[in-house]
């Protein structure tokens, strides 16, 4: 057992979250990913699974045939869109802790990381005290990554945010330094999708366990031409520790623009499988890098969608990555 800030816990081991996790049940049948064949699990954010249509979290991931999700985790450590009518779940104390994993392990599925929106220049200690428990949590159950908000609320001026921003990443990985959990700042809004404060942030930091999760479109939103984002892709290189997949997908002429932030977004933003983006040049990028993160489906053109259509949009996504991340 070993004692951390958000209680007592026992061993990832034990709870049953291994760093490569064995295929369960019919997990080979169903066409699963197998981590033995791939490095990459194929997941999807918690948030989508309600849209499938099914009664609770478990069966919606197996209804998309999903290796696991990302969890979000809420203020009071609730992991509120694990939705389950037999259950709620949480990052509170022990029982829960254990409660959750051994769902998931029931499951046959993974945690691929903690989803954080972080408010660290207006919640200040209390934002960094909580990113710190959740970060306990998952060295114990053996998840790698958190993703973390870096948006300046308060702070207006870029470079007191930046000075700010880094003394906060110094600190994380300060008051985490035995752990292997690695922080990834989602690059998205007017500030951690520029390319040029991401870098000073990132250098200013210094640590293999502080970099990025890579919102694959959020770039593509920003405004960068497409041929941009796999230099972007390949400068991140071995920063990236977690990933969001996501696509737009722009009439040809726009496509190499330097287009206005947010351009036709919600027009325009599509399944993965549709979208402009290259995944299968992304994952010959993240290999170059040996990334062993996921490849977790993000899509927010969910809503453009009838209901009934949503759970084999998300499948389809699903098969869609999970042939590149096969053949990597």
């Not at 954010?45 to 309600?50: I, N």
Request: glycine residues 8%; charged residues 30%; contains cysteine.
């Amino acid at each position: 057992m070993v004692a951390t800030a958000a209680g007592t816990f026992c061993s990832a081991a034990s709870l049953g979250q291994d760093p490569v996790v064995k295929p369960a049940g019919n997990e080979a049948k169903s066409g699963r990913n197998d981590p033995r064949k791939s490095p990459w699990l194929v997941t999807c954010r918690d948030t989508h699974l309600r849209e499938t249509g099914k009664p609770d979290c478990w069966t919606a991931m197996d209804a998309i045939n999903a290796d696991g999700a990302e969890v979000g985790v809420d203020e009071d450590l609730s992991c509120s869109a694990l939705f389950d009518p037999k259950a709620k779940y949480s990052l509170n104390g022990s029982n829960n802790v254990k409660a959750l994993a051994s769902r998931f392990k029931d499951s046959g599925r993974r945690i691929s990381a903690f989803c954080l929106h972080s408010q660290f220049d207006t919640r200040g200690e209390k934002e960094i005290e909580f990113t710190l428990k959740v970060a306990a949590v998952a060295a114990e159950l053996g998840v790698p990554a958190i993703r973390l908000d870096v948006v300046p609320r308060q702070i207006k001026d870029q470079a007191e945010f930046l000075k700010f921003a880094v003394g906060v990443g110094k600190k994380l990985v300060a008051e985490t330094a035995k752990s292997k959990v690695r922080f990834g700042v989602e690059n998205h809004g007017g500030t951690t999708n520029k390319v040029e404060f991401m870098k000073e942030l990132l250098d200013g930091v210094g640590s293999d366990r502080f970099g990025v999760t890579l919102d694959t479109a959020n770039l593509y939103w920003f405004g960068y031409p497409l041929s941009k984002l796999y230099r972007i892709y390949a400068d991140y290189g071995a920063k990236v520790c977690h990933t969001h997949c996501k696509s737009i997908k722009y009439p040809e002429a726009d496509r190499e623009k330097q287009r206005k932030m947010g351009f036709e977004y919600d027009k325009r933003c599509c399944p993965v499988y549709e979208g402009d983006i290259d995944f299968a040049k992304l994952a010959a990028i993240l290999k170059k890098t040996g990334y062993q993160g996921d490849l977790c489906i993000e899509n927010e053109s969910l809503g453009r969608f009838p209901v009934e259509e949503r759970l084999n949009v998300l499948k389809k996504e699903v098969a869609y990555l999970r042939g590149i991340a096969a053949k990597v």
